[in-house]
């Protein structure tokens, strides 16, 4: 029997099968509550940086309060690239 996914959005038609038992959780990971911990959280990484709109924060929140020991976290992991420039037209702006 599989385990119990957490996440907030679409369930693809493939990803339902006779194994996998899935429920989707509408809210706010600091106010919903699960029965139990879950196996895999699927996430959906928006924002700028991670940091933007706290989805960082938030999926560490999940991470700690829903996920199993050794659960998985989709996606999991995120690079980011910075690259220095110089406009001086917004910095006469400021």
Do not use: Y
Request: aromatic share 8%; net charge negative; with cysteine.
């Amino acid at each position: 029997e599989g385990g119990r996914c957490f996440f907030e959005g679409h369930v693809p038609a493939a990803a339902l099968s006779d194994k996998a038992r899935i429920m989707v959780v509408k809210g706010k990971v600091e106010d919903v509550s699960l029965p139990e911990a879950v196996d895999v959280i699927v996430s959906e990484p928006l924002g700028f940086f991670l940091v933007h709109e706290r989805m960082l924060e938030a999926l560490v929140t999940a991470r700690d309060r829903f996920l199993k020991p050794g659960g998985l976290i989709f996606p999991g992991s995120a690079a980011l690239r910075v690259v220095p420039i110089t406009d001086s037209v917004l910095w006469n702006e400021q």
